[in-house]
């Protein structure tokens, strides 16, 4: 069985910043994409950043430039450091993983339970 433990959510102010910090345990053979989501009340979940196993990335067009998304191969981990944080960053943020369990599987989709981030003075 695999889980996504987030951790890093809290209250802050505008213009500040956080870390956001994901690790995904059990039986795992390999993981493929790492990323996170957001999703504020009343509206959808929607990407946030995404990182491959290679190293590449992707970012919502609103968060890039403030939010960098990086990740641990060896750890399993994935975390999302994001700067300046406005009033509409403010959601609850899911990590998710393309994970592998066994060499002659398919990789499979997982799910944090989600940590909330609120920005407001």
């Known amino acids: 069985q695999v889980q996504l433990v987030e951790s890093g959510g809290g209250l802050v102010q505008p213009g500040g910043s956080l870390r956001l910090s994901c690790a995904a345990t059990?039986?795992?053979?390999?993981?493929?994409?790492m990323g996170w989501y957001r999703q504020a009340p009343g509206k959808e979940r929607d990407l946030v950043a995404v990182t491959t196993s290679g190293g590449s990335t992707n970012y919502a067009n609103s968060v890039k430039g403030r939010f960098t998304i990086s990740r641990d191969n060896i750890r399993n981990t994935v975390s999302l450091q994001m700067n300046s944080l406005k009033p509409d960053d403010t959601a609850v943020y899911y990590c998710?993983?393309?994970?592998?369990?066994?060499?002659?599987?398919?990789?499979?989709?997982?799910w944090g339970q989600g940590t909330q981030v609120t920005v407001s003075s």
């Open positions: 998710n993983a393309e994970v592998r369990t066994h060499w002659l599987d398919m990789r499979r989709i997982y």
């Open positions: 059990g039986t795992i053979s390999d993981i493929g994409a």
